[in-house]
């Protein structure tokens, strides 16, 4: 069972930069590709980012293209994701997800997710 823990969430004030880190137990080949979804309250979750572990494709949602950047560590089974000039509407928990594929990760119907970490942008 792969088990992910996120961190690296905070307050930060806006224009600000955060890097969020999602650590994995282990990267078999039912786990290939992560991504990362965040939830505003009394939003819908929301995707983010993607990335394949081999090739290392990277997938992006329009409203963070430019300012986050997703990457990853393959000795570390670690994803990251920085985000730079941080906006107040980025405020939102922040999870990471895994599964065998891209297609999964990027519908939000991974196989795996962490318990979440959050992200205040202040104004």
């Known amino acids: 069972q792969v088990q992910l823990v996120e961190s690296g969430g905070g307050l930060v004030q806006a224009g600000g930069s955060l890097r969020l880190s999602c650590a994995s137990s282990r990267r078999t080949f039912s786990s290939t590709a992560m991504g990362w979804f965040r939830q505003a309250p009394g939003k819908e979750r929301e995707f983010i980012a993607a990335i394949l572990w081999s090739g290392g494709s990277t997938y992006y949602a329009d409203s963070v293209k430019g300012r986050f950047t997703i990457s990853r560590d393959n000795a570390k089974n670690t994803v990251y994701l920085q985000m730079n000039s941080l906006k107040p509407e980025d405020t939102a928990i922040y999870y990471c997800?895994?599964?065998?594929?891209?297609?999964?990760?990027?519908?939000?119907?991974?196989?795996?997710w962490g318990q979440g970490t959050q992200v205040t942008v202040s104004s």
């Open positions: 997800t895994a599964d065998v594929g891209t297609s999964t990760v990027v519908a939000g119907r991974g196989r795996y």
